[in-house]
């Protein structure tokens, strides 16, 4: 039998039980879709992380509280919650060599009204004018936290898009009041948008200045991170190593074992892809579930269809189909079905991650890698589930099959 | 042409127990006869007679367990399913009692199906169905119908176009007249005389009715899987009176 003639008889198979084949491709779709789009938003919110994090500066080192054990990652409980960073640590890394700028800050969470009432719940940095630079931030209207804000421990904020426009919406925020802890404070300007990250945002944060945060509102003086630009990458392992020492010996703690962890950009970045690689792995297994259903729902068409088809079998076989003529013929049916499907299930996941980053603000990335797998996954399953129907008429008996009933 | 040389047939059916015991049923015994070409010969018998299985063996549908069966001087008795698939797509060419068209199917698509299996271009497909469409007298309006809108003599004689495209050597047909009415019965053993007396093809026909058997030119008789009797038909019937000779 010619490849050509194969083809013609499965197109007539198929298109003779519409219904039936539709509903059948179906399985298939959705379970190839779902895999499709799963790895998009993964890799999609995995390279989004990623960019946005290389965008926060690049020769940044953040001296944390608390020790970070090696192996498990910045993810891994509060340790930033230690008290071991204080306001001297920071002059002692200002003097180190290669550093460019130091931003010393302390975070915490409050909510934040503005006058007409609105609020949200927000990031409140207390920080000093180094942290543009350090950070990576620009100011997109009025200005930013200056010095003599810090020394006179001004009420004055800065506002990150997302808050400015959750509190504010469309108005213009500069010159305004919005309280944080029950303290008015003025709105002098406003950050431009980094984009958001997927699991954290940085434009959903205020600023106030670092001596405002520490005497007025935490009345604490340790810090939550310390921020070290270094003047080139090359010279980052060198920095972190004399940071380490030095602070180290003013903590009077075990160098090996200190009460406070250097991260730079790099070790955030490695931990976030393990549990964003950790993430997109799940998703595609669950994914990946629905797909073998699919296929169970091939195999089941094809059985039916095989006993349904028993005389037609019997006649083909009298008629001198032999063996492979007839497996392969209805293993070409199982193939095509799951290959429809395949084909149809690529063009839905594209549209459902396109719709996800479309209208949930999610970042998806459909990668040739992913629509490949998709493909031989497809085709695989038309194989393997095919295989028996096919085996299962190509065995049957002419005599018996022409007299089935 | 053919030729059976003690050819038996046990079938063993029934569970096999612990006893071991499954019921064997010989379904032929030791039959031998000869058929030479263009010969047109019908095999009769009671129903349980074994006739069925007499033509399975000589369809190549089945093998015998015990003889010999050699058709065209080759012996096909002992050959693989796929080789006896081989022969069956080449030399034999069936006519069932349930007609057995593809529905859904155009007639042309069926009688082409034969085709399919011996790896022709669809042109040659379609002129050989056209030539064996126009020996089994079949009207070429209908040509493009799907085989379920036609009558019961129609669909046979598609049946008998599928069986004559391949050009085979023997044409076995299994009761063709058993689903149909007396006239239009008429009709296909009508077509079957045509091939026989003008374009000299050999026919096997299995009938249990005395009636349709006289169309042949000779009788074999079959009961409990033996042959009984072998006769020439004394007064042969036809179908359609302009092709005594």
């Known amino acids: 039998m010619k490849l050509e003639d194969l083809l013609q008889e499965t197109v007539t198979a198929l298109s003779s039980n519409k219904a039936r084949s539709g509903l059948t491709i179906l399985g ?13 938003i993964g890799q999609g919110v995995s390279e989004q992380i990623k960019s946005s994090i290389e965008g926060l500066g690049s020769n940044l080192l953040t001296v944390m509280p608390g020790f970070i054990q090696p192996g498990r990652g910045v993810v891994s409980a509060g340790r930033g919650t230690a008290e071991s960073l204080e306001q001297d640590d920071v002059e002692i890394i200002r003097e180190i060599d290669g550093v460019v700028s130091v931003s010393p800050e302390v975070q915490r969470r409050f909510q934040v009204v503005s006058e007409t009432g ?21 100011v997109q209207e009025g200005s930013f936290i200056t010095d003599a804000n810090v020394r006179a421990l001004g009420r004055v904020v800065v506002l990150g898009p997302t808050v400015a426009e959750d509190i504010f919406s469309a108005q213009d925020p500069i010159g305004r009041t919005i309280r944080i802890s029950g303290m008015n404070f003025k709105v002098i300007g406003l950050l431009q948008s980094k984009g958001s990250a997927g699991f954290f945002n940085p434009d959903d944060a205020v600023f106030i200045p670092l001596t405002t945060m520490q005497k007025v509102i935490t009345g604490e003086d340790f810090l939550s991170a310390i921020a070290v630009s270094v003047a080139s990458e090359d010279r980052m392992p060198l920095v972190q190593a004399e ?10 703690v075990d160098p090996e074992n200190p009460d406070f962890s250097i991260l730079s950009q790099a070790d955030i970045i490695g931990a976030l892809t393990q549990v964003t690689t950790t993430f997109t792995i799940f998703l595609a297994a669950v994914a990946g579930i629905s797909l073998i259903v699919g296929g169970i729902g091939i195999m089941n068409m094809m059985l039916t269809t095989v006993k349904e088809r028993t005389r037609e079998i019997g006649l083909r076989k009298a008629i001198g189909a032999k063996r492979c003529d007839i497996s392969r013929q209805f293993l070409a049916e199982a193939v095509a079905l799951t290959f429809l499907g395949g084909v149809l299930g690529i063009i839905l996941g594209w549209a459902v991650s396109f719709a996800v980053s479309h209208f949930a603000g999610l970042a998806t990335k459909v990668s040739p890698g992913a629509i490949l797998l998709a493909f031989l996954v497809a085709s695989a399953i038309g194989i393997i589930f095919g295989y028996y129907p096919a085996k299962r008429a190509a065995g049957l008996n002419p005599i018996e099959a022409l007299r089935y009933e | 042409m053919i030729e059976c040389k003690d050819i038996s047939k046990i079938y063993k059916s029934g569970p096999s127990t612990s006893s071991g015991q499954a019921i064997e049923t010989r379904a032929l015994k030791n039959v031998s006869f000869k058929v030479s070409q263009g010969e047109f010969l019908a095999i009769m018998g009671p129903s349980g007679s074994g006739k069925s299985t007499l033509m399975h063996i000589m369809g190549c549908l089945d093998t015998p367990n015990g003889g010999q069966y050699f058709l065209e001087g080759r012996d096909v008795s002992r050959l693989s399913d796929d080789e006896l698939a081989d022969i069956r797509m080449q030399k034999i060419g069936f006519v069932f009692q349930a007609f057995n068209l593809l529905p859904r199917a155009t007639v042309l698509r069926n009688v082409t199906l034969p085709l399919l299996y011996a790896g022709l271009s669809r042109k040659e497909r379609e002129n050989q169905a056209r030539e064996a469409l126009k020996s089994s007298a079949f009207p070429e309006e209908f040509w493009n119908h799907y085989s379920n809108q036609l009558s019961g003599g129609m669909m046979q004689r598609v049946a008998i176009a599928r069986a004559l495209c391949n050009n085979p050597a023997i044409i076995l047909a299994d009761e063709p007249t058993g689903n149909l009415d007396t006239k239009t019965g008429k009709q296909v053993l009508d077509t079957f005389q045509h091939l026989h007396i003008k374009q000299g093809r050999t026919i096997i026909l299995i009938t249990h009715e005395q009636y349709v058997a006289e169309h042949a030119q000779r009788v074999i008789h079959i009961r409990d899987g033996s042959v009984v009797g072998d006769e020439k038909v004394k007064v042969r019937r036809l179908a359609n009176h302009h092709y005594e000779t």
């Not at chain 1, 940071?243 to 009077?252: D, P, S, Y």
Request: charged share 15%; net charge positive; no cysteine.
């Open chain 1, 243 to 252: 940071i380490t020492q030095a602070l180290a010996k003013k903590h009077r």
């Open chain 1, 28 to 40: 298939i779709v959705i379970g190839i879709a779902s895999v499709i789009a799963m790895i998009s």
């Open chain 1, 118 to 138: 609105n609020n949200t719940n927000t990031l409140v940095l207390g920080i000093l004018p180094e942290y543009l630079e350090a950070r990576n931030v620009f």
